[in-house]
């Protein structure tokens, strides 16, 4: 069980977002003065396998992206709007591994043609299955298009077994407190913890040392997790040294 330190960009600026604000009436918990202070720091601390997210396409989001990547080669994972188009470009900067959200569906369904083109293309060890999980009467589904789009597919074992042909790990989030720090979805992390096969970055809802700890019991010490709005260098109350002690 390690940290992985994520790093979401929007409107050319490392910020921290309310996940369901990102398209409506939107939340910014943390903005960063300087875009490479907290990738500087991650940096020294030798965390690697973090996440760059990409929150939108706009031109000075894509070239911060960029730089960090340039910056830490083989450092950092790259994500959002990520494609069969643009995937080289992105390992040519530096990136680590590929990570792939909506483009994995068609439909609201699993697109098995594009998993077997992505495997083909960037292979299995270079690719990281982005699954947003969104609860309904339940059940927790994948949430694409920025989370505004709720497909037919069930986060379930038997589900990500399939899927864990065609990529390296998951990274989950959990959309329905992303951002909001009040805590893990722990029906959600009940449902990872049955799954063994790649290794699961669960995001979303971390407030404090008690939810990194309930992480580590439910998961076994097998599943990695990420802290966003509750970190202290992005504004929040927890401390990076506090983490790492964990």
Excluded: Y
Aim: charged letters at 30%; proline letters at 1%; hydrophobic letters at 45%.
């Amino acid at each position: 069980m390690k940290f992985r330190p994520a790093l979401d960009i929007h409107d050319g600026k490392i910020k921290q977002i309310v996940g369901s604000t990102l398209e409506k009436n939107l939340r910014e918990n943390f903005v960063a003065t300087d875009n490479f202070a907290a990738a500087e720091i991650f940096f020294e601390k030798k965390l690697r396998g973090g996440h760059v997210i990409l929150l939108d396409q706009k031109k000075n989001s894509r070239i911060l992206a960029e730089k960090i990547l340039r910056k830490f080669p083989n450092f950092w994972q790259i994500g959002g709007g990520v494609n069969l188009e643009n995937g080289k470009f992105w390992l040519d900067c530096g990136a680590e591994k590929l990570i792939f959200s909506s483009i994995l569906f068609s439909e609201k369904k699993i697109n098995f043609p594009i998993l077997e083109k992505l495997k083909k293309n960037f292979g299995a060890k270079k690719i990281v299955f982005d699954l947003s999980a969104r609860q309904k009467n339940g059940e927790f589904f994948v949430a694409i298009d920025r989370w505004q789009t709720l497909t037919n597919f069930k986060i379930s074992v038997e589900n990500l077994k399939i899927l864990a042909n065609f990529c390296d790990e998951f990274l989950v989030h959990a959309v329905d407190v992303e951002g909001k720090k009040c805590g893990i979805d722990k029906k959600l992390l009940a449902i990872l913890k049955n799954f063994s096969d790649q290794k699961i970055v669960f995001a979303g809802g971390i407030a404090d040392k008690n939810d990194i700890e309930k992480i580590k019991i439910a998961g076994q010490k097998k599943i990695d997790f990420t802290v966003g709005s509750a970190l202290e260098i992005f504004g929040g109350n927890l401390s990076l040294e506090k983490i790492l002690k964990n």
